[in-house]
C-alpha cells in the first residue's frame, strides 16, 4: 500500500512536468526578442509583433506598417530609407492602432535616419489608440523636393492625422536628438529647416535634443 502511494506521488509529479515542458516552449517563444538581419526578417517580425533587436544597420526600400504593438531595440545599429539611394517615397514607418517604442544606445548615428522625400515617421489615428514612444538615439529626416513644388508644410519627423471622432495619436519623447530639414535638389537651396512634430494628436516631451521647432502644423495637402 505505501509503495502504491509513492508511485502515484511519482506519476502524479511526471503528469506535471510534462503539463509544464509542453506550456513553456509556446510562452517563451511567444516573449522571446526576434533578432533580424535583413528587410524581409525585420518586415516579419513587425507584423507578428513583440520585441525586435537588430543586429547589423537596416536599409529599407520601402514604407512599413506597425499594426501591432512593437519595441524596436536598434542598439548601436540604425533604420534608413533613401539614404545613398534615390528613393522617392513618401514615409519610412507608419504606425497604425498600435504602439511602437523605438529604443537605441544614446550614441550619434543611431536611430532612424530618412533621406528622400517625405517624413521619418507617420501615426495615423484610428478608432484605436496609436502611440509613438522614442527613448533615444539619432533621428533625422532629409527631404529633398525635385524643383517641382515647394513643400506645403515644415518638413516633419514625426507626421500624424486621425478622421474625425477617432482616438487621436499620442507621441512621447524621453530622450534622444532630432533633426529635419528640407532642401530644392535643382536649386540645391535650402526650403525650410524642419519640424519634429507635425500634426494631430498629444505630443508630451520628456527630454530630448532638437535642432529645428519641435513642433509645427500640418498642411492641408501634407502626405501621411
Same mark, same amino acid.
Given at each position: 500500500f505505501?509503495?502504491?502511494?509513492i508511485?502515484g506521488?511519482i506519476?502524479s509529479?511526471?503528469?506535471?512536468?510534462?503539463?509544464?515542458l509542453?506550456?513553456?516552449?509556446?510562452?517563451?517563444?511567444?516573449d522571446?526578442p526576434?533578432?533580424?538581419?535583413?528587410?524581409?526578417?525585420l518586415l516579419?517580425a513587425v507584423?507578428n509583433?513583440?520585441?525586435?533587436?537588430?543586429?547589423?544597420?537596416?536599409y529599407i526600400?520601402?514604407r512599413w =506598417?506597425v499594426d501591432?504593438?512593437?519595441?524596436?531595440?536598434?542598439?548601436?545599429?540604425?533604420?534608413r530609407?533613401g539614404?545613398g539611394?534615390?528613393?522617392?517615397?513618401p =514615409?519610412a514607418?507608419?504606425?497604425?492602432g498600435?504602439?511602437l517604442?523605438?529604443?537605441?544606445?544614446?550614441?550619434n548615428?543611431h536611430?532612424?535616419q530618412?533621406g528622400?522625400?517625405?517624413s521619418t515617421f507617420?501615426?495615423?489615428?484610428?478608432?484605436?489608440a496609436?502611440?509613438l &514612444?522614442?527613448n533615444?538615439?539619432y533621428?533625422?529626416?532629409?527631404?529633398?523636393w525635385?524643383?517641382?513644388?515647394?513643400?506645403v508644410?515644415?518638413a516633419?519627423?514625426?507626421?500624424s492625422?486621425c478622421?474625425?471622432g477617432?482616438?487621436?495619436p499620442? &507621441?512621447?519623447?524621453?530622450?534622444g536628438q532630432?533633426f529635419?530639414?528640407?532642401?530644392?535638389?535643382?536649386?540645391?537651396q535650402?526650403l525650410n529647416?524642419?519640424?519634429?512634430f507635425s500634426g494631430?494628436?498629444?505630443?508630451i516631451?520628456k527630454a530630448?535634443t532638437?535642432?529645428?521647432n519641435?513642433?509645427?502644423n500640418l498642411?492641408?495637402n501634407s502626405i501621411?
Amino acid at each position: 500500500f505505501f509503495m502504491r502511494k509513492i508511485n502515484g506521488k511519482i506519476i502524479s509529479v511526471l503528469v506535471a512536468v510534462v503539463l509544464l515542458l509542453s506550456v513553456l516552449p509556446i510562452s517563451a517563444l511567444a516573449d522571446a526578442p526576434a533578432v533580424v538581419g535583413s528587410e524581409q526578417e525585420l518586415l516579419t517580425a513587425v507584423s507578428n509583433g513583440g520585441i525586435i533587436t537588430l543586429e547589423q544597420d537596416m536599409y529599407i526600400t520601402y514604407r512599413w =506598417t506597425v499594426d501591432k504593438d512593437v519595441v524596436l531595440n536598434l542598439g548601436k545599429y540604425s533604420i534608413r530609407l533613401g539614404i545613398g539611394d534615390n528613393v522617392d517615397a513618401p =514615409t519610412a514607418i507608419r504606425v497604425s492602432g498600435a504602439v511602437l517604442t523605438v529604443n537605441c544606445d544614446g550614441s550619434n548615428g543611431h536611430g532612424v535616419q530618412y533621406g528622400g522625400a517625405g517624413s521619418t515617421f507617420v501615426l495615423i489615428g484610428t478608432d484605436t489608440a496609436t502611440k509613438l &514612444i522614442i527613448n533615444d538615439g539619432y533621428h533625422t529626416a532629409n527631404t529633398a523636393w525635385f524643383g517641382f513644388s515647394q513643400p506645403v508644410s515644415p518638413a516633419a519627423l514625426i507626421v500624424s492625422r486621425c478622421n474625425a471622432g477617432m482616438i487621436k495619436p499620442e &507621441i512621447v519623447l524621453n530622450g534622444g536628438q532630432y533633426f529635419s530639414s528640407a532642401y530644392d535638389s535643382v536649386t540645391q537651396q535650402p526650403l525650410n529647416n524642419g519640424a519634429v512634430f507635425s500634426g494631430e494628436g498629444s505630443f508630451i516631451i520628456k527630454a530630448g535634443t532638437f535642432a529645428n521647432n519641435p513642433q509645427a502644423n500640418l498642411g492641408s495637402n501634407s502626405i501621411c
